[in-house]
């Protein structure tokens, strides 16, 4: 008879543990995936990293852009500055004048 009284006092202590222990399990759940899940707080640092990065990448992009725009009003019919034609002939013809040097940068060009 003691076993029996031994296993009922068991199974009534088990029911009342039970409620915790299942509270405990769902709250180590849910914290786990509110850390590391998809939607996470690991995986939120890491977007926000990779935002500001192209954050950066569009502010260098964007200033590298005004240069050129600002570079190619200089080249319109409307508004053409002799300096500029004169720097783009030169590059693209490989010209200069009688009294200028060249001065060049890097190794020789292969023949």
């Keep these: 008879m003691p076993a029996m009284m031994l296993l009922r006092e068991i199974r009534r202590r088990a029911r009342h543990i039970m409620v915790p222990i299942l509270g405990a399990l769902m709250v180590g759940y849910f914290g786990y995936h509110a850390v590391t899940g998809d939607r996470g707080l690991i995986t939120w640092f890491q977007l926000t990293r990779e935002l500001e990065q192209a954050r950066v990448t569009l502010d260098r992009t964007s200033a590298e852009r005004r240069l050129l725009d600002h570079r190619v009003s200089l080249l319109r019919p409307d508004n053409l500055d002799p300096d500029m034609l004169d720097e783009?002939?030169?590059?693209?013809?490989n010209l200069i004048h009688a009294d200028e040097f060249v001065i060049l940068d890097g190794p020789p060009p292969a023949r």
Excluded at 88 to 93: D, G, K, N, Q
């Design 88 to 93: 783009r002939a030169r590059a693209m013809l």
